[in-house]
């Protein structure tokens, strides 16, 4: 057999498969320490999120899971740590500039347990007002970009009413409108379905589904166990101002691991 027949039999080297590249870090809270007179809220609580990456925190009342948001967008001023929102970086004992406060902030939008809604300004201005005052879009930009989140959320019908004509369900979904509005790099829930009741609640949870399917990087602070469980990528059980366990949805709420996170979720089965 001629040189050129075997060279002709010789079967290329496949390449290794490719790896998809981990999705960069966007969120870095670490030691985030809060108290208030002689009470320890939090206690070196520490998170690291990727771009993308949905992470639900659950535990009992009082565990400090809502305050730890707070911490993270500054509405509450941590006692210590340090927190990394690109290349914005806090850290408790030095007093923020205005200029990196504003620039954390307009990385972050939050959904609160109340709407907060403007009673006196129609569902429309209440979305566009922050993008004309933060962000020096002119009405008709910002209104553009306001019909075009109510009707990613279902209401766009609702842009010329006031709040008090919406259901709860429907003021929330506006709350994500106008939070979505000023374009954040991460989304915090604060038990966003806790004031309503499980239907409306529904009409929430299922556009925060849609905002995770889109990639958007969200804290969801929630008792939704189901939610919790389905949409997340990772829960985080919180108690007594600690991160009792961390890890894959489903692992962490199936098979826990220590006993005062048996006991939780226990409770939560009980109840259900």
């Known amino acids: 057999m001629s040189s050129l027949a075997r060279a002709s039999e010789v079967r290329p080297v496949s390449a290794p498969p490719l790896t998809a590249m981990p999705a960069p870090i966007l969120l870095k809270a670490v030691g985030i320490g809060k108290t208030f007179g002689?009470?320890?809220?939090?206690?070196?609580?520490?998170?690291?999120?990727?771009?993308?990456?949905?992470?639900?925190?659950?535990?009992?009342?009082?565990?400090?899971?809502?305050?730890?948001?707070?911490?993270?967008?500054?509405?509450?001023?941590?006692?210590?740590?340090?927190v990394s929102i690109g290349d914005v970086t806090l850290s408790a004992g030095a007093s923020p500039s205005r200029r990196d406060l504003l620039a954390l902030r307009r990385k972050i939008g939050m959904v609160?347990?109340?709407?907060?809604?403007?009673?006196?300004?129609?569902?429309?201005?209440?979305?566009?007002?922050?993008?004309?005052?933060?962000?020096?879009?002119?009405?008709?930009?910002a209104d553009e970009r306001s019909m075009e989140l109510l009707a990613r959320v279902g209401l766009a019908q609702k842009a010329n009413q006031y709040p008090a004509r919406c259901s709860g369900g429907q003021q929330q979904r506006i709350a994500i409108a106008r939070a979505l509005a000023l374009d954040p790099e991460v989304m915090l829930f604060d038990e966003p379905t806790s004031a309503l009741d499980p239907e409306l609640?529904?009409?929430?949870?299922?556009?925060?589904?849609?905002?995770?399917?889109?990639?958007?990087?969200?804290?969801?602070?929630?008792?939704?166990?189901?939610?919790?469980?389905?949409?997340?990528?990772?829960?985080?059980?919180?108690?007594?101002?600690?991160?009792?366990?961390?890890?894959?949805?489903?692992?962490?709420?199936?098979?826990?691991?220590?006993?005062?996170?048996?006991?939780?979720?226990?409770?939560?089965?009980?109840?259900?």
């Open 112 to 141: 609160f347990q109340s709407f907060n809604l403007f009673p006196h300004l129609s569902v429309l201005r209440n979305v566009s007002l922050a993008q004309e005052r933060t962000m020096g879009r002119t009405q008709k930009e």
């Open 38 to 82: 002689a009470h320890r809220v939090l206690d070196k609580v520490s998170l690291e999120m990727r771009k993308g990456e949905v992470v639900a925190i659950i535990g009992p009342s009082g565990s400090g899971k809502s305050a730890f948001l707070r911490c993270i967008n500054q509405l509450e001023t941590p006692t210590e740590g340090v």
């Open 201 to 272: 609640g529904l009409e929430v949870l299922a556009v925060m589904q849609e905002l995770a399917a889109s990639g958007m990087t969200m804290i969801v602070v929630t008792h939704e166990m189901h939610f919790a469980e389905r949409v997340s990528d990772r829960v985080v059980l919180m108690a007594d101002g600690r991160i009792l366990e961390e890890g894959p949805s489903a692992d962490v709420m199936r098979f826990p691991k220590t006993e005062r996170a048996i006991k939780f979720f226990h409770a939560v089965r009980d109840r259900s």
